[in-house]
């Protein structure tokens, strides 16, 4: 465990959630630094999405202490734009009137001012979901979180995805909260990662790995076989044999 | 290069390409249909198969649409009958749309209006028209409520599916950027159940029509429905089937409107009619 920050932007003790009677929360203790990136790896069902849904204020608590920032953007694992609105309002959408400006100026960090004038369906998944980050960093959150937001792309465009929303979240400083099941991109991007088993965080650890990562880095492999042990999935000795998703990465 | 046929065996791919039909090709073929009943009519009148007294041919219908508009009959009839519709369409369209949103949108307005309309729903608005005269007595009151209540269930059925199939991921992805409930119906709920709203604004303005002749055949004095009771009393089959022309003629007119609305409220919509 980290030592808890002096300013912390995200305080979670013992929360609990429960599903019937099955608890997926059970006394998770989480801090996050301002500024800081923390990835959240866990298999299907761990509760991943439950625990970024609380901290968004999508979900209810069951028990426990949850503080979160007021500025608080979620970007989804679908795109989830109006499609009866324009890209451009669609990044403004539920904030003043006045403020397309900033929304031009979120479009172009993501490289798509030229689309402002599009209608949704017109974009391509990878498009969309730039879409829905630029309109997550318009609010100038404190908080991102980020709900695998890459899983419904493909693997190139992920790659670019990846390098943009690491790119953006080094200019913008928010503290950042990724949910994901893809261990390279949680090394790749994270400058900590968690590992959510059994309803706790069995490994909560900075990731020391010297940026720009390399998945050839011996200390980026060595990281990467110890969270998908944690995850319970079986490596062998030779990282050869390491499961096809988390070869990704690797170009 | 490509051209030569160097593998044999092999073929080009032909996409099947939807050619760009002009507007005066689609218009005429759309006015197929009724010249064709046009002329079989005509045909049928000049052989003599159908006589005077069953029909009046097309050229003496034209003369008494000549004559109608002459006097001013056919104008007045024309101006009331389309503001009784159109007030009672107004009515009955304001009442569905509010209370589909309130009970497709709201658990507590479900739970507390929606098994009352229903039952209403059933209720034929016809067995209504008697019970209107005694309470509002033979003027316009009753003809425009008829209409009115005539159009409100066909709107309120479609509004309230509509509004209820909107997707929930994206009505919690707007709350999540923090959208007002009154925003969230205007800019999100509403323009994604606008084809309910559009299907249900069609069957309301075909009923609309339906409602103003069952309003105007009982007790008028004008309007349409009026001129077509006293030609059926002096047995003037070419007023008869003027008026029968006029009502059809303002179907195809409401089912133009409802396609242009289409257009243009919908700009979002791609030819595939795929939504991101």
């Known amino acids: ?172 400083r928010p503290a950042v909260l990724l949910v994901t099941h893809d261990v390279d991109e949680a090394v790749r991007l994270a400058d900590r990662v968690a590992v959510l088993r059994d309803g706790r965080l069995v490994t909560d650890e900075p990731v020391t790995v010297d940026r720009p990562r390399d998945p050839g880095d011996p200390a980026f492999g060595a990281l990467r076989r110890r969270l998908l042990d944690d995850l319970g999935v079986a490596t062998t000795p030779q990282p050869s044999t390491a499961p096809e998703r988390t070869e990704v990465g690797v170009i | 290069m490509s051209g030569t046929t160097a593998h044999q065996g092999l073929v080009r791919p032909r996409p099947q390409r939807r050619r760009g039909r002009g507007r005066t090709y689609s218009a005429t073929v759309r006015a197929l249909g009724p010249i064709a009943l046009l002329v079989l009519w005509w045909a049928a009148s000049a052989t003599g198969v159908l006589t005077p007294d069953v029909l009046a041919s097309p050229g003496e219908v034209l003369r008494a649409v000549g004559e109608l508009w002459g006097n001013g009959q056919l104008p007045d009839a024309l101006t009331t009958s389309l503001t009784r519709s159109g007030l009672g369409l107004l009515i009955g369209l304001a009442a569905g749309l509010v209370l589909g949103i309130t ?61 209820r199939n909107t997707d929930p991921k994206l009505v919690e992805a707007m709350r999540s950027f923090g959208m007002g409930r009154f925003a969230l119906v205007r800019e999100v709920v509403l323009p994604g159940a606008l084809p309910s709203l559009l299907a249900g604004l069609r069957l309301s303005m075909t009923l609309s029509v339906i409602a103003l002749i069952a309003a105007e055949e009982i007790n ?21 089937a003027v008026c029968i022309l006029v009502y059809g003629l303002l179907g195809l007119t409401a089912d133009m409107v409802v396609r242009l609305l289409e257009r243009v409220l919908m700009p979002w919509r791609t030819t595939q009619g795929a939504t991101r």
């Not at chain 1, 069951?62 to 309002?89: C, H, I, M, N, Y």
């Not at chain 1, 465009?157 to 990846?162: A, G, I, P, S």
């Not at chain 2, 008028?220 to 030609?231: D, E, F, V």
Request: hydrophobic share 45%.
């Open chain 1, 1 to 172: 465990m980290t030592d808890p920050a002096p300013r912390p932007a995200v305080r979670v003790r013992e929360l609990r959630r429960v599903f019937g009677d099955r608890a997926v929360l059970d006394g998770l203790r989480l801090d996050i630094a301002r500024g800081e990136f923390v990835a959240l790896l866990g298999a299907s069902g761990s509760g991943k999405t439950t625990l970024l849904r609380i901290l968004g204020a999508l979900d209810g608590a069951d028990g426990g202490e949850v503080l979160v920032p007021e500025a608080r953007t979620v970007v989804f694992q679908e795109p989830r734009l109006v499609p009866s609105k324009k890209v451009l309002a669609n990044v403004t959408v539920a904030l003043p009137r006045g403020r397309s400006g900033h929304g031009l100026r979120a479009l172009a960090e993501v490289g798509l001012e030229r689309h402002a004038d599009a209608w949704p369906a017109t974009l391509s998944g990878g498009e969309a979901q730039r879409v829905a980050l630029a309109r997550a960093l318009v609010r100038e959150p404190e908080l991102l979180l980020l709900d695998e937001p890459f899983a419904a792309l493909d693997a190139l465009t992920r790659l670019k995805m990846q390098d943009l929303v690491g790119e953006l979240c080094r200019k913008h």
């Open chain 2, 103 to 163: 009970t497709g949108f709201t658990r507590l307005g479900d739970e507390l209006l929606d098994s009352s309309i229903q039952t209403l729903r059933t209720i034929p608005f016809l067995s209504l028209v008697p019970l209107f005269m005694v309470w509002f007595g033979i003027n316009e009151t009753a003809k425009i409520l008829l209409i009115a209540v005539a159009t409100t269930f066909p709107m309120y059925v479609s509004t309230s599916s509509g509004v």
């Open chain 2, 220 to 240: 008028a004095t004008a309007g349409i429905g009026y001129l077509m009771s006293q030609a059926q009393s002096y047995a003037r089959t070419d007023i008869l």
